[in-house]
């Protein structure tokens, strides 16, 4: 499937045009990320907003003790990551692989730009 069609099945995307969906595609980057990486911590986060092409991400947090909290599981289709106007409420979570993943990145500056 081409990053456009792709780019069109999430649903924060669904109201754009064709126009709109193919500036977004020259805006954004997808990586294959490997199984058990660690995409950000709370001391990594940096703006930006991600969207599971393939695979399957885990959302945690760290209580005292050192213990993991799973917060959410995501697969293909979901957005995650934080932006002065949109949030997912990930800036204090660690965010990591748990399969093999493709992950669209749109950086702060490429989104307010478009």
């Known amino acids: 499937m081409d990053k ?3 780019l069109s099945q999430f649903n924060l995307l669904h109201s754009l045009s064709m126009e709109d969906l193919i500036e977004m595609d020259q805006l954004t ?19 930006g907003l991600y969207f599971v092409k393939k695979g399957k991400v885990r959302l945690y947090k ?36 748990i ?6 990145l749109m950086n702060k500056d490429r989104f307010e730009l478009f």
Do not use: W
Request: aromatic share 10%.
């Open 4 to 6: 456009i069609q792709y």
């Open 99 to 104: 399969e093999e993943s493709d992950i669209c």
């Open 29 to 47: 980057s997808i990586t294959t990320i490997p199984k058990h990486t660690i995409i950000q911590t709370p001391e990594t986060f940096s703006e």
């Open 62 to 97: 760290l209580n005292a003790e050192g213990k993991q909290f799973t917060s959410d599981i995501l697969n293909e289709g979901n957005v995650f990551g934080e932006m002065n106007i949109i949030s997912f409420g990930t800036r204090d979570s660690y965010i990591e692989t």
